[in-house]
């Protein structure tokens, strides 16, 4: 395909834009081949083989458990009418609200010595001490496997709901009077037509799980993420924590490479325009509370459970919701949050229009590789935006200092203005998906009419695109905002001293046990999360 490009103002600015997200993990590729002191011989020999066996080793436990877990959730609401059918179908999202670390605080107080679980036992068997019974051990990574996948699993559950939901019940009917039972109609129809939702909602699941920090830090689990903190905090090296962050990059990439391969070579089509819907069959009696049953499990592990642990604690301390610690975070999370969402929506505003208008061109061929910043961990991102940005700083206050005698001090790093800019790039791909399918339920023949009456480009963005796509960019914002506000490794790595969110103000005080005072922000947090569910649920009946 032959590229052409107009040096216009919005083919310019595009680029721009795909430069800026794609910058950080370009720049975590170069400090990783141009370390100042090359551990790499070390971490290969050392450390760096434990942090990939565990990695793997978290990736197959969660994919397989969000898989069943998301597939058969998904299987029951669709397929069958039982107890509580309607509001779990919706419930089953709610997960998707709480961050993967607040159900890991949530679990280790539920299930600790002295959490409810055994305290219980050991008052209904007389036990003394914990040397009388047996009890799994809390902190372990099957117990981040199980956190992490009932956090998740809401990625394959909606896909695979939305794939089941689809299939013509025609199918269906046919695959009945040929003989196959409830079993045979999953296996050999249902499932085989799904496969490619189920594999992107594992892939989205595994991209998670790669990136999780805080869950991994809490059960002591040392994953290719912790590796990047270590090395870089503890170890004081820079080069070393780019060459683990380039791993989890190459990690990563290869996840998308294959989730995108498997869905090319596969081809499902509809049969017709008019598909008769799903005749959903009724589960009675002990079959139905079965099937109640199992879709109750990880609604009530990945929601119930963390809300109930955090509201308890609540309650029992009132005097932790008037901490000034926590109206701090508020307002810092409400700031960066706010302004990362704004400036990621308008870049993405921007970036889809002017492709769009561009044709062939170069801004079009940009346009994919600008999704793959929500692919980079935020510890990745954090690595290649704080390495040049300090020496960018250092270099600005150094000549504003020499020029006028002020010195400025550190713009972006001593500022939030790094975190927001590490906000923009890891969520873009949400905004410009969001922006770009708002943009495709538009008609062409509105904008070239306007066109034609004498507005610019950017009159028929105004005057035609935006009051068309308003629902759709309030969502697009919304998303992106909670996904900043439950950002966790990259607001650590990347906040300047004495600045905290809601995030890291929960990451700290249960680091120290302090889970009573952790609450309200918790509490916020997956209130706030839940506000982007509400969207989804609704932009998805």
Not at 427 to 438: K, N, T
Request: charged share 10%; net charge positive.
């Amino acid at each position: 395909m032959r590229l052409s490009f107009r040096l216009d103002g919005w083919s310019i600015g595009a680029v721009v834009i795909a430069v800026i997200v794609l910058a950080p993990m370009l720049s975590v590729l170069w400090i990783a081949f141009h370390p100042t002191e090359n551990i790499w011989p070390h971490l290969l020999s050392t450390v760096l083989p434990r942090y990939f066996g565990t990695t793997l080793y978290l990736m197959l436990g969660v994919g397989i458990l969000t898989a069943a877990v998301g597939t058969g959730a998904a299987w029951l609401v669709t397929m069958y009418r039982f107890p509580g059918v309607r509001w779990l179908d919706h419930a089953l999202l709610f997960p998707l609200a709480i961050p993967a670390y607040v159900g890991a605080y949530a679990l280790v107080d539920f299930l600790q010595y002295a959490g409810p679980v055994q305290t219980a036992l050991r008052g209904a068997m007389g036990w003394q001490s914990a040397r009388d019974y047996w009890f799994p051990e809390v902190r372990s990574e099957e117990m981040a496997i199980l956190v992490l996948s009932f956090a998740l699993y809401p990625y394959v559950y909606l896909l695979a709901r939305a794939a089941f939901r689809e299939c013509s019940g025609n199918g269906y009917e046919v695959a009945r009077a040929l003989g196959a039972g409830p079993w045979g109609l999953f296996f050999r129809v249902g499932l085989p037509l799904a496969r490619p939702a189920i594999a992107t909602g594992v892939a989205l699941a595994l991209m998670e799980t790669v990136a999780d920090f805080g869950t991994v830090s809490y059960f002591g689990v040392q994953t290719l993420t912790t590796g990047v903190f270590s090395t870089w905090l503890n170890g004081n090296n820079a080069g070393g924590a780019a060459q683990i962050a380039g791993v989890i990059l190459m990690l990563i990439l290869l996840l998308v490479a294959l989730e995108r391969t498997g869905r090319r070579n596969a081809r499902f089509y509809r049969m017709g325009r008019a598909q008769r819907p799903v005749d959903r069959a009724v589960l009675r009696g002990a079959k139905g509370w079965v099937a109640f049953g199992l879709c109750l499990l990880p609604f009530a592990l990945g929601f119930l459970l963390p809300v109930g642990v955090m509201l308890d604690h609540s309650l029992k301390n009132p005097e932790v919701w008037v901490a000034p610690g926590l109206f701090a975070a508020l307002g810092n999370t409400l700031m960066v949050g706010g302004l990362a969402a704004v400036l990621t929506v308008g870049a993405a505003l921007f970036l889809v229009y002017a492709v769009r208008m561009a044709g062939r061109g170069v801004a079009r061929v940009v346009l994919p590789l600008t999704t793959l910043g929500y692919a980079a961990p935020g510890a990745v991102l954090a690595v290649g935006l704080l390495v040049p940005l300090a020496a960018l700083d250092n270099r600005v206050a150094d000549a504003i200092l020499a020029v006028t005698g002020w010195d400025p001090g550190l713009i972006m790093t001593g500022t939030a203005g790094a975190i927001v800019l590490a906000y923009g790039v890891r969520f873009f791909g949400i905004a410009q998906g969001a922006v770009d399918a708002a943009f495709g339920r538009v008609s062409p023949n509105l904008p070239m009419a306007a066109r034609s009456l004498g507005r610019t480009a950017g009159g028929a963005l105004s005057a035609v695109y935006l009051p068309l796509m308003r629902g759709s960019v309030a969502t697009a914002l919304l998303v992106v905002f909670v996904d900043c506000v439950k950002e966790l490794p990259a607001t650590l790595l990347l906040r300047p001293f004495n600045f905290n969110t809601l995030s890291t103000r929960v990451y700290e005080l249960a680091s120290l046990e302090r889970l009573g005072e952790a609450a309200p922000a918790a509490l916020v947090v997956m209130a706030v999360g839940l506000a982007a569910v509400a969207a989804l649920a609704r932009a998805n009946r």
